[in-house]
Every structure is written in C-alpha cells, then in structure tokens.
C-alpha cells in the first residue's frame, strides 16, 4: 500500500510537494524524504503531530526522546510505521521543523494506492521554493511584530465595537439595592 501526502507552508505561497511512500515506512523515512525534497538537514530535531480535522494536534511522534515526564506515551519516528498511525485519505498530520519558532509545513494524505508497494519513498511533485529552514530570530519576531500591528490596524475597534461610553438612565430600574429584598 502506498501513501501519497501533500505538504503546503503558511510562510510561502506556492510551495507544495508531494510525496509517495510505502506504508510500512517509518515516520523517519518520511521525515528523510521531506527534507530531502527541500533541501533541508535531516538531523535536526524535529516532530510530527498528527492532527483532528482542524489542524489541532492529538499525538506526537518525535525525532528523539527528549526525556521529559509526563504522562504522554513517547512515539519515535524510527520506530513508529506510518500504517499504525495512518488509517484514511484526509490525515492531518503537522511537521515541526524548527522548534525555536514553531515553523511548520502542514501535511495532508491526499490518497492511499492499494495492492502496490514502494521500495524508496520519492518526490512526485515539486512547486516553489521552501521557507528557508532556519530564521534569524530578531528577524522572525519583527515579522510577528509587524504582523500583530497589521491586524490591529485593520480591526479597527472603536468604541462603538464596546457599546457607547453613555447611558440613559431610563432604561434601568430605579429600585435600588437598599429597597431590594432578599428570601433566606
């Protein structure tokens, strides 16, 4: 059986690659194949979530155990096979590839070939150009900066968003609190 997943970036529009693998295949090759496709260095510490639906994360399968207790089982990705995780076309799955700014490429099983098999996983599409794979972090947080002040700026709350800073007094009751009384 092969898996084919489609991987998209927030940061770069018209990227998309498309990756087949087999489905026996590790999260390790997985990881291999999407670095290899983007040029990026396969050693660095990363990890996969898989995801609901709406992109929130459930599980993850990390490149190595970091050691932290918790309460959480610890997936690796060269021991966890793709098919015990994976079961229908429309996974989501997020590949955190920069843990420091929380970079990600945003993955999708797209389809699942019955009754064939792949040796090596392979690149079968290749648009546009990856984000970089590391970020200057003075630089990164300018960018976040920039971008809260875009958002604040084209929200455009004033106070009619709140209600008005005046009130008729008509429209409350004019019993007061030493009139009001209380059942024990």
């Known amino acids: 059986m092969i898996f084919k997943f489609r991987i998209v970036s927030d940061e770069v529009e018209n990227f998309k690659r498309e990756i087949q693998i087999d489905a ?7 990881k291999k194949a999407i670095c290899a496709s983007v040029g990026y260095d396969a050693t660095q510490m990363s990890s996969f979530f898989l995801c609901d639906r709406n992109w929130e994360k459930e599980k ?15 997936y690796l990705m060269d ?16 590949y955190v590839f920069d843990y420091l700014t929380e970079r990600m490429f945003f993955i999708e099983m ?19 150009t990856p984000p970089p794979e590391f970020v200057d972090i003075d630089e990164f947080d300018a960018k976040i900066d ?33 009139e009001m009384t209380f059942d024990d």
């Open 24 to 30: 026996t295949a590790t999260f390790l090759d997985l």
């Open 60 to 74: 993850e399968i990390t490149f190595e155990d970091m050691g932290v207790d918790d309460d959480n089982d610890v």
């Open 79 to 94: 021991e966890s096979v793709l098919s015990d995780f994976i079961e229908d076309e429309g996974q989501k799955l997020l």
């Open 110 to 128: 797209t389809e699942l070939v019955t009754g064939r098999s792949l040796k090596d996983p392979f690149c079968s599409l290749s648009l546009g």
């Open 146 to 178: 920039e971008k809260q002040k875009a958002v604040a700026r084209d929200t455009d709350l004033d106070e009619d968003f709140y209600g008005s800073d005046s009130f008729n007094e008509d429209e409350f009751e004019s019993q007061g609190f030493d």
